[in-house]
């Protein structure tokens, strides 16, 4: 049995890796659970699945935890530190980091430090710190195995190429609810029509970068540092029926990609149980319902968010740090209604040309820049008129 720690198991990720674990009780054991603050979802959790630790981050929640799993024997702890403590828990074999943004690195560190493989639905770690995250792993001899669609494509497609190089890479994007839409258009979008995504159930915030187009520019990044790549290999290329899921191009011109119905549970599932394939009852591809596949190059020039990854990515250091933080504070406003579509981008621009730019950056600088950007993505959400 493999045993498994899921860091965020109440949201859209986590919930759906424990329809695979109950799906296949006799391959997965659960032994850590947490939630960001989601207690009567996790409570539920924690009594189907009896892990032996459930973290509840939100402090407030404690009590309420501990009381209704005080019959069974589950040790409850709380707080963001009681994350990177579960990471490196000895009775695990891996860790799911579906935690929602760079909240995600110190766990990660701590789980690739105890040599736990990671099944990383986290890309906001690579895109922070992806350098020192893969040097880690390295370091640790710890596999990161990724459960982001595209990448779980791409890594599917080098499986039996360790000897092959890659000429290029495609990342599929399928152009979210906004694809062809003008600047005009978008500068009156409201967070309803933002989280109507066409073709994949996710977490509000993935969506919303996910219209934004930040969501391929964030997986451009994370794909650079799983798959070791220069800038300049990587290509994103629209698909919008979104079931070929990322393309490999060899130094012979041979290109492979991945495809199926877009269901997260399939890259899930490959990465919990990696290297072997797991049989199941998902929806299964019929070429009838899509006799026509279609491709366009993104529009970087209406959504700036994709241009600005790649510029971070180049101007690497903390840069890529900066453009996330600034992103999670953009789009939370977003979410409330505090801060236009078109001005997300203005704020991330802003921050990546004021905060002091650091080439080679140690875990304290990502720390600082992390807090800095915030702090200045905060503000600049205060003064801007919606
Ligand atoms: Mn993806």
Redesign the pocket.
Known sequence: MKRITILGSTGSIGTQALEVVRDHPTTFKVVVLSALKNSALLIQQAKEFKPAIVVICDESKYSEVKNALSTLNIKVLAGEAALSEVAAYGDSDLVLTALMGSVGLKPTIAAIKAGKNIALANKETLVVAGELITELAAEHQVKILPV???HSAIFQCLVGEEQNEIEKIYLTASGGPFLGKTKDFLSTVKKEQALKHPNWVMGAKITIDSASLM?KGL?VIEAKWLFNLDVDQIEVIVHPQSIIHSIVQFTDGSMKAQMGVPDMKLPIQYALNYPDRLKNDFKRFNFLDYPNFSFQTADMETFRNLNLAFTSLRKGGNMPCILNAANEIVVEAFLKDKIGFLQMSDVIEQCMEEISFVENPQLSDYLETDKHSRILAGELVTKSIV
Do not use: G, T, V, Y
């Open positions: 982001d669609s595209e969501n997986e």
